[in-house]
């Protein structure tokens, strides 16, 4: 639900999660494809081809609601926790 909800309504944050803080600058597109409460999964896109990613949080995810303002703080370049 959450890599849905993501992919559908927040495709610019999860590129910006794979550019800014998987170091990936070089990907033209990414697809969150895995979430759980100690990291999310991406599946980027480059010019070499395709590639996974994961990208762990800094605090283990206690609810949904820590897990949206997780997300939110990470879009905005804060600390998740």
């Known amino acids: 639900m959450i890599c849905d909800h993501?992919?559908?309504?927040?495709?610019d944050a999860v590129l910006a999660?794979?550019?800014t803080l998987?170091?990936?600058t070089d990907a033209a597109s990414a697809h969150l494809t895995?979430?759980?409460p100690t990291g999310m999964d991406l599946a980027i896109q480059t010019e070499?081809?395709?590639a996974a990613v994961r990208?762990?949080?800094d605090?283990?995810?206690q609810d949904a609601d820590d897990a949206r303002d997780t997300l939110i703080a990470l879009a905005r370049g804060q600390a998740s926790g």
């Open 6 to 11: 993501m992919n559908e309504d927040h495709a």
């Open 17 to 19: 999660y794979a550019h």
């Open 22 to 24: 998987a170091g990936r």
């Open 34 to 36: 895995g979430f759980d």
């Open 48 to 50: 070499a081809g395709p």
């Open 55 to 57: 990208i762990a949080f």
């Open 59 to 61: 605090h283990e995810l």
